[in-house]
C-alpha cells in the first residue's frame, strides 16, 4: 500500500465507535476552549491557563487524527483548510503578547461558521476549485 493510497483512500474509513468516539473527543475539546478562552477574558495569568491551552491543543489533535484517518481530502477542504489555519494563528500568536480574548472569539467564530455550513461550503477545496 503507497503513502497514497494511505492517506487518500477511494472510500472513506469508518470503524465502529467513531461517530462516538468524536463526540467525547470534541466535547472534551469545547471543555477545554472554554476554560482557556473564559480565562483569557477573566485575565487569569497565562501560566495559570497553559494545562488547558495544553488540554485544548491535544483533543484537537486528536480530532484533526480522527479526520486525516477517515480520508485525508479532509485537509483540503475548506473544513480542514479553516482548522490548519486556526491552529497556525494560535501556534504564533501563543507565543507573542499579541494573544487575546478578541482573537480567540474570531477563532471561535470562524469555528462556528465552519462548522455548521452546508455541506458545499465544508467540502469544497479552494486548491481544487471544487467539492472533493
Known amino acids: ?3 497514497k493510497q494511505l492517506l487518500f483512500p477511494e472510500q472513506s474509513r469508518h470503524f ?4 462516538w468516539g468524536n463526540v467525547m473527543i470534541r466535547s472534551l475539546h469545547l ?9 483569557l477574558y477573566f485575565q487569569i495569568p497565562r501560566q495559570d491557563l497553559m ?3 495544553i488540554f485544548t491543543a491535544v483533543t484537537g489533535m486528536f480530532l484533526m487524527a480522527l479526520d486525516i484517518f477517515g480520508n485525508g481530502k ?3 477542504q475548506n473544513r480542514g483548510a479553516s482548522v490548519l489555519f486556526k491552529v497556525f494563528v494560535l501556534g504564533i500568536l501563543t507565543h507573542t503578547q499579541l494573544l487575546n480574548i478578541w482573537i480567540i472569539i474570531f477563532i471561535i467564530f470562524l469555528s462556528g461558521i465552519t462548522s455548521h ?9 479552494i486548491f481544487h476549485g471544487k467539492e472533493i
Open 117 to 125: 455550513a452546508p455541506a458545499k461550503f465544508r467540502y469544497y477545496s
Open 31 to 39: 471543555i477545554g476552549v472554554s476554560i482557556f478562552s473564559g480565562g
Open 51 to 53: 494545562p488547558w491551552y
Open 74 to 76: 479532509w485537509i483540503f
Open 1 to 3: 500500500m503507497t503513502l
Open 16 to 19: 465502529p465507535g467513531k461517530r
